[in-house]
């Protein structure tokens, strides 16, 4: 008697082998046989004749750090077929963590992830200071596994106290925190994350970017010794020649201690078309000498909503904005209708006084938005009122109590067209979701769908043997996670099954589902239909189930 047994799909394994049409038989959470017909009963049989059947995928950039604490389905993670995401990226993790150090921690998860305050204050009680504490609060209630990384800022934080973005560490510190690397390691950890380009709630730096490269290195070095274990990094994205320079630091690391590498996020843009084919160049050729350099590239575009009521990702690289829209409601009204502080605002945006960036901002509602304006751009609106964008934005919202929602669509991937090359490159790694992250101004999820829907089915350029490669038996091999990314005798019974001819990412709508009655954008997954994860149903019928078969998922 199987626990599991789904009958007739297109078996789709995640080696990059055509599909074929098989049974796939589970027993005590492993895959027991993969077979064109398979004899015997189930406790439970998955009809999937006409559907695909694949290994779960594998999200390896995400911020599910916290809400693995009141959600361990990572929602929508398991609706769009993901079985096991990667938390603890951009150098931050929720361990190792003194009691003292908690608020500087919340900063800056609200600050570079845009998770609200409630977040961390409404929905658990912490009960933990390291790894293994933070391990054993989460894994009980997971439905989903976890590959988590621990965050390099939080290290330092936890080493060297109000000094970790102050200044260099001392050889003493720095021998500390690789010993409290290996603790963490060992307690569950896949890796480490860092970041050259975050700020705290402050608009400082985060800690890890007071590390030199000889901190790194020496963190990296433990990294290999505790058997080729992940670095990730997020470089200075936004400037080419700088990422180059990144790759060839990770490069020597990856050489010099035996490690893969990661960065992300990689983005296409027409106003760095050339970004994309430098940066693969030098991957190539840090490849050709044996380095594990792996690019992370998110398959879809951004489409970040926001409105002046609270913080947005938007306005990150306008320091006064940033400072201003932090402020208490009351606060930032007055702020906002005092033109002393709107005038170095306005001075933020440049001399174009915001076009470049603002102009085509779509007014996408709000409860207090003129129904006239939905649908408008913002460059539109400032020509009738004959106000600068940026004023015009400002002053709108003013005029309706801030409650003026805007959109910026399509940020990151300006043309589909290049995208999909891109995507098909062999040595492109698929993630950067972010899922879990800025959930009150863009759904972070629908990756998955969307690399089917718009680049196998729609442009062509993956087939479905080798989109499902890419998000399963690729990604556990980047990241070492043990029996994860293939369907066959002996691997973890991480299944998806879904239909090939509809798989897809629904429209963008609000979900008032967070502590303190938060809202966050999510997209419904189009398309899954069943999803199983270490050999248990754990969604079905549009519906989660009891099932909390999810764990801490292990390196090779």
């Given at each position: 008697m199987f626990d599991v047994l789904i009958r007739g799909g297109l078996v789709v394994d995640g080696s990059g082998a055509p599909g074929r049409v098989a049974d796939v038989a589970v027993n005590e959470g492993r895959i027991v046989a993969v077979e064109p017909h398979i004899d015997g009963g189930a406790r439970r049989t998955l009809e999937a004749a006409g559907r695909v059947v694949s290994p779960g995928f594998i999200d390896p950039h995400?911020?599910?750090?916290?809400?693995l604490l009141w959600d361990g389905a990572a929602k929508p993670a398991l609706e769009h077929g993901v079985t096991a995401v990667v938390p603890g990226n951009c150098s931050l993790s929720l361990a190792p963590l003194?009691?003292?150090?908690?608020?500087?921690?919340?900063?800056?998860?609200q600050q570079i992830e845009e998770l609200p305050p409630a977040a961390f204050t409404e929905a658990f009680e912490w009960t933990w200071e390291d790894f293994a504490g933070y391990r054993a609060a989460v894994e009980p209630g997971l439905q989903v596994n976890v590959a988590p990384l621990v965050g390099h800022s939080l290290i330092r934080l936890w080493v060297m106290g109000a000094d970790a973005n102050r200044r260099a560490a001392t050889a003493d510190e720095i021998s500390a925190m690789q010993d409290l690397l290996r603790a963490s390691l060992d307690a569950g950890a896949v890796g480490l994350s860092t970041s050259f380009i975050d700020v705290d709630e402050n608009g400082r730096p985060v800690p890890s970017r007071f590390a030199p490269f000889s901190e790194l290195d020496a963190l990296a070095a433990v990294l290999g010794e505790r058997g080729e274990r992940m670095l990730q990094v997020v470089p200075e994205f936004y400037d080419t020649d700088i990422t180059i320079a990144r790759i060839d630091q990770l490069a020597d690391l990856s050489l010099r201690h035996g490690i893969p590498t990661t960065f992300s996020p990689v983005f296409d843009s027409r106003l760095t078309p050339d970004n994309v084919p430098r940066t693969m160049a030098r991957v190539e050729e840090q490849f050709a000498r044996g380095a594990r350099v792996w690019p992370q590239m998110q398959t879809r575009p951004i489409d970040i909503s926001f409105s002046l009521?609270?913080?947005?990702?938007?306005f990150g690289r306008l320091p006064r904005w940033v400072r201003v829209l932090r402020q208490p409601l009351e606060t930032r009204l007055a702020s906002l209708r005092d033109p002393s502080v709107t005038d170095r605002m306005l001075a933020d945006c440049g001399p174009d006084g915001g076009a470049a960036m603002m102009s085509e901002l779509v007014v996408r509602g709000g409860d207090a938005a003129p129904a006239a304006l939905v649908g408008m751009t913002l460059g539109e609106i400032a020509r009738q009122r004959d106000e600068s964008c940026a004023r015009a934005l400002i002053n709108l919202s003013l005029e309706h109590g801030l409650d003026v929602a805007f959109v910026a669509a399509s940020r990151g991937h300006d043309d589909t067209g290049r995208i999909g090359p891109m995507l098909a490159h062999p040595l492109m790694h698929i993630g950067a979701s972010d899922g879990g992250a800025h959930l009150a101004s863009f759904a972070t999820y629908g990756d998955t769908g969307y690399l089917f829907s718009e680049f196998v089915r729609k442009a062509g350029?993956?087939?479905?043997?080798?989109?499902v490669k890419k998000i399963t038996s690729d990604t556990a091999q980047i990241w070492g996670l043990k029996d994860r990314g293939r369907l066959a005798r002996g691997q973890a019974a991480d299944v998806v099954v879904f239909d090939p001819a509809t798989i897809g990412r629904g429209e963008e709508r609000p979900e008032f589902d967070m502590p303190g009655d938060g809202m966050r954008y999510v997209r419904d997954a189009i398309g899954v239909d069943a999803v199983v994860v270490n050999g248990q149903i754990v969604r079905e019928g549009g519906r989660y189930t009891d099932a909390r078969p999810g764990e801490f998922c292990g390196v090779s």
């Open positions: 995400t911020h599910f750090d916290v809400q003194k009691a003292k150090d908690r608020a500087a921690l919340v900063g800056m998860f009521l609270r913080p947005s990702l938007f350029a993956l087939t479905l043997e080798a989109a």
